[in-house]
């Protein structure tokens, strides 16, 4: 099938990242470039226009990929699968026994046994602070170290499906969302996006969203504001981050704990829920020592903390704060919605009505968002292996045509 | 590889349905018109035909099959990967969480996130009447709408794996077996086919098989008899449906409350269990309303109702009463065995060695039958398609000669 | 891409094997000629060759293999599904339901489900002496009635990856391992083998490596020994074939109840539990009338034997009685290694240490001997399959070249 010459044009006007990612890790995004996230961007953006022409974008004629949930999932889940098969990987889950002895050394025997053929290996281990992100580089470390010993073919690359610190795909995707919306990345500077704490009934959910979102959205000239009711701050080292951002972008970053003030004239809002830090680090220890009632003690406190703030709603008076009472709500899902999942919730049902199908377009970009990490951590030339699947011309479905 | 003209030939004369069946779902065959029913089952004939000849049938370069089962399955699981797999479609299962509150949200919001590249969705839903087909329905219309939102690349078709009212890749694939054990459907004309209840030690199996054969033998002029004590009649719907395909065929329905008359000059028997719809009505407001101990009193009236019937087993005696007592015996699988896998069941031990390797026969018609469903659903000229991978010649084992 | 001649070479060298494969399942290594055993090895050693020079190695368009796992496995699962991927074929793990009730019948018409458009059907099935390798020629003759009756399209293969009696994944992996150490198979003339039994705080571990290991490497003229305390005695079947090959190949095989005599001047160590002959026998007595409380006893009971030979330990000054004190270390994994992975074990935790990689390297030959299996036993002619597939120089990555 005949490929748009525009589609040509736009693969090959994407630079290849500097960061050096072929064979290593996407862990936390705080840690790559401007150069790499724009590579990152412009590579989910092509393939999905590519795939919007109905072409097949297979870079891998076999191979495997592992994905490892050590939390529960159904959209990363199925945004990895999508992008796996999008490219020609096969995937595998790797259903993990925990095991109370010898913790380190199964795991790097594991990596060991399930890297035969592997390109990428998906990590979600997001439930205790302090221990995911260094679960996924001991992963990755463990990969390393059965490669350059001859143990594996090749050196796969651990894609985080979210850790205690970050939600890369989830980011990424959201940026696609907003350039979208808003008409290209060079619109989003000086608009405000406000990332703000919203009451759940649940307790510990992780801080990664929050964080991920405020160490990204700095990066393009935004005014983002975090809001949260005190005892609810995020970790230092995305917040930094997030400065730093700012301040390079010509965008704005600050803090409030005023939800009703943060929601004043802006752009986009991303209410949601996360746990108290203290909370989160708590826990951690319980898991380790092993401690039931205590860990039931935590939870009592914790809801207890969170129904001091259950008018932290994303409702209607909210929204009409936004500007022109018009901003785009957006949400990782799924949601908290106030007389629908549960009795009082992240946001009312009425605002969550209204914005639904919006947050199933912004769900959508994900699967685009982990190809492109794929590609960029699979290929040297990213883009010229994306540029000859898009010349190729196979068309992904009816392949082929009568001679 | 070279193929023959013959299956050149055969393919070309597919007519394409104008049921508008392309982005649209698979859920009764008694909705289809006797077009797209003849282009199902010509489809699945050149399917099976050209895999005979160790062809190829990839019509897919990637994409995705979810499948979801809210029953347990082996035979019609693996029939659907198998479809899917001859076709170049990944298959992946959903584990659906039960969640009580606000279960339409779920559903609505699941339907988006794992329909990324999906092409199918394969649903068995049959436990509980009144609920399988209306299930859905609803995910049909979700992914419908989330398609339109512009959230899903394509409006992925559901296909019907069996639900309280039909099961119809089931249906077809006995048609195709019929077809080929009498030589045509031509032949099926003026056969007498009885759909006989039987007696099982278990509660609670569908009503969609028996109402899945009568609504669909009785388009091709056959003489169907529905046989059943009094107390297990099907619903209005198929019953309607047969009596208005027969008339229309030439052929006849009726219903009897005599086994052993029904089975008088049989060409096919087809002796099943099913449950009182009463009792499967029940069992369905119980559910609803999570009431255990009420479902086991339940489970015991049917039983004891069951028991009554103990008579109702397909033996020797009543396969002497069939056409030079040969007729063809069909079941869907797995058989109630008298003696084998139960004290007292559908059908006797020496019936069922007899007929059992026709019964492996009957169910290898099945992943045929999918593959044409997927076909039809996914092209607006499936034969096209079909006929674009036949001519491509590729051989599915040993792709490729030394050059 | 331009392939190298020499591996171009190099495969066309490869046999074909005249045991009459194809079809046909491999189940016991020593029911194999020496042919056959060849040509198993070389065609994987040339499939890792190809795959390190980045090619695509697939064989099937489409097609299926299917994993039944009886027993656990992380291992020999990862590799089983990466060979399958490397050839072109889509994994399904049948999730059996253990039944009680007409055991048989369910598992002949388990066979005709699974086999559509199915090439392999990978058992594992290990826990019970005197069933695992039965129950695996029951799944064949299965598959073989169906295939014949027409039910299924193919005749799927039966590939052992573990059963009471032998491991040839295993075993085949391990002399892959052993040539690639040595410079070559005809090295391994003279070379000293020490199979031997450790201690190990489990019970029950299966026989299946030590005997396909003793009645493998006795083959190319090894002097194999094999070390345990009394009452640990193997099969005769094994035993014998052992003795038979070693004395046609101009090797040794003796067995010695000493672990310190043994280990003395050896080339190789593999030291591994394994059961009682009597205890694994009296559990599959007990397994089949389900008996809890005697099991239990009788767990009891082999602890108990087992404490008594804790000094059975690889341990360093084991290791320096070996040849140079630099035996080459090997294990099939998971090694129970004192200190890491519980009190006292198989190996100590220095020793292990030192070999980890070297264990990782062992294992990473077993996709290519599985794969190599595939191979052998659907095509009449691998070597010309794997040739074409050569050939045809498709990257297994970055597939195709901008035009």
Redo the contacts between chains.
Sequence with gaps: MKTSESLLDRVRRIATPNDGLVDRDVLLTWDLSNDAIATLHDLAGALRAA??EGL?????????AVSIFRD?S??TR??F??AC????L???ELDESTSQ??HG??A???A???G????VVGVRDDLFLGEGHTGMQATAASLE??HR?????QRPSVLNLQCDLDHPTQSMADLAHLAHHFGGVERLQGKKLVMSWAHSPSYGKPLSVPQGIVALMTRFGMDVVLAHPEGYELEAGPLEAAQGFAAKSGGRFRVTHAMDEAFEGADVVYPKSWAPGWIMRERTKLHRGGAGAALADLETQALAQNARYASWECDEAKMARTRDGAALYMHC??AD?SG???KSGEVSAAVFERA??DT??E??YK?YAIAAMILAT??PDPG??L???I??G??????????
Tied chains: 1, 2, 3.
Excluded: Q, W
């Design positions: 795939a919007l097949s974008l297979r870079a891998f004629d076999t191979g495997l529960k159904t959209r199925y945004a699968r999508a098969n999008l490219l020609g096969a995937t595998e002895v010898a050394e199964t790097r025997e594991t060991a046994m399930i035969f053929f592997t390109e170290e059965s010993a001859g143990a594996l073919l899902l799924p919605i629908v999942s549960c639904r199908l199933y377009r769900a959508s699967p699979r290929f010229a292996v540029e000859a699947a010349a190729r196979t068309p992904r479905r009816g392949a082929g045509e009568v001679p």
